[in-house]
Each structure stands twice: as structure tokens, then as C-alpha cells.
């Protein structure tokens, strides 16, 4: 069973940065596409930023590129997302998502393994 672990939320200064970890386990996730998704209050779940486990491929929201960056680490089966020059419109639960995909792209409802989330909070 795909259990997902996401670790490293915390309360920043508007311009800093955080570093969120996603702990993958229970699959081999060679063929998987692995997610970040936010939601702050009152809004819906919006996508954030996938990266393709086995080319590393990645796709990002208008609205963190340049600012945000998935990464995996495929010895510790862990996914990343360094967010950078964090704004108060940053501030939300952010979760990992995972599932298989041919294509790095994908829809929020298509991802079926979601982990608990983590909240990140910016102060202005």
C-alpha cells in the first residue's frame, strides 16, 4: 500500500524559504508521477508542482515558477519541493500526491495516493 509522509511545513517570514520532504513507500515509484498540491482556506486544493520519478521531469503552476522546485531523491525515496521568496499567498495545507502516469502532466482528480498534509504558513 502507497503511503505518503510529508514533513517540513512550518511558519516563515514573508521572503524566506522552506523546504517540504515527501517520504514515498509501499511501491517502487519508477513509473509514477509525484505531486504537490495546496490548499489554503476557503479555496479549493490547487496543483503546485509533478515531477516524473523515472525521467525527473518536471511541471510547475504559473504562479511558484522560478520560485519553487521539486526534486527526488530515488535512495531515499523522498520528493521534494524547495520553495523559495515565499508571499503571504503561499500560506496553505500543502500535500503530496502520487500515482501512475505516462505523462508528468495530470489532473487533481486522477491522483489516487494522498498523504496527510502539511501546513506552511507566511507572515507578511
Known amino acids: 500500500q502507497v503511503q505518503l509522509v510529508e514533513s517540513g511545513g512550518g511558519l516563515v517570514q514573508a521572503g524566506g524559504s522552506l523546504r517540504l520532504s515527501c517520504a514515498a513507500s509501499?511501491?517502487?515509484?519508477?513509473?509514477?508521477?509525484m505531486g504537490w498540491f495546496r490548499q489554503a482556506p476557503g479555496k479549493e486544493r490547487e496543483f503546485v508542482a509533478a515531477i516524473r520519478w523515472s525521467s525527473g521531469r518536471t511541471d510547475y503552476a504559473d504562479s511558484v515558477k522560478g520560485r519553487f522546485t521539486i526534486s527526488r531523491d530515488n535512495a531515499k525515496n523522498t520528493v521534494y519541493l524547495q520553495m523559495n521568496n515565499l508571499n503571504s499567498e503561499d500560506t496553505a495545507v500543502y500535500y503530496c500526491?502520487?500515482?501512475?502516469?505516462?505523462?508528468?502532466?495530470?489532473?487533481?482528480?486522477?491522483?489516487?495516493?494522498w498523504g496527510q498534509g502539511t501546513q506552511v504558513t507566511v507572515s507578511s
Open positions: 509501499g511501491r517502487t515509484f519508477t513509473r509514477y508521477t
Open positions: 500526491a502520487a500515482d501512475q502516469f505516462i505523462t508528468v502532466v495530470a489532473a487533481i482528480s486522477e491522483y489516487g495516493y
